[in-house]
């Protein structure tokens, strides 16, 4: 009964921000982003028609990607969502959004194995990017430069 109520309540948190919100402005996450003295990169495209594109890729000690995604923000049906595809998956992901601010985003899907939360925001010149199961207590935290 207890873990009914704590799913219930979980499923009932996730909500998408939907097309009614006023346009939404994820300009702030634009551009080349980099971690680990370049091995890391992110980068996010301007808005083109509604969507955002992005890709992330990691470099392995022989300098090859050995993990990499192709992202994308956009408006679905049910709201505005983030949506990737990795290597490891092979079938996208989608992730609803469930809070923006001037600066930050919050992305969720509780049916997702790893990682369930997404929270993008910005840190003075950094962008940040939480990744990490519901409760927040697993996952890491990616944060990243502007490219040199």
Known sequence: MLATFFLTASL???AFVTSADPDLDFSWMEGCWQADEGRT??????????VRFGYAATLNEEGKAGFYEQMVI???EQGWAFTALTRANGVPVTFPLTRVGDTDATFENPDHDFP????????EAQLHADVTDLSGDNGFTAKLVPCR
Not at 42 to 50: L, P, Q, R, T
Not at 116 to 123: D, F, P, R, S
């Open 41 to 50: 990169k992110e980068v996010w495209s301007e808005d083109f028609g509604g």
């Open 12 to 14: 009932a948190s996730v």
């Open 74 to 76: 956009h408006e679905t």
């Open 116 to 123: 369930q939360k997404i929270y993008y925001y910005l840190v």
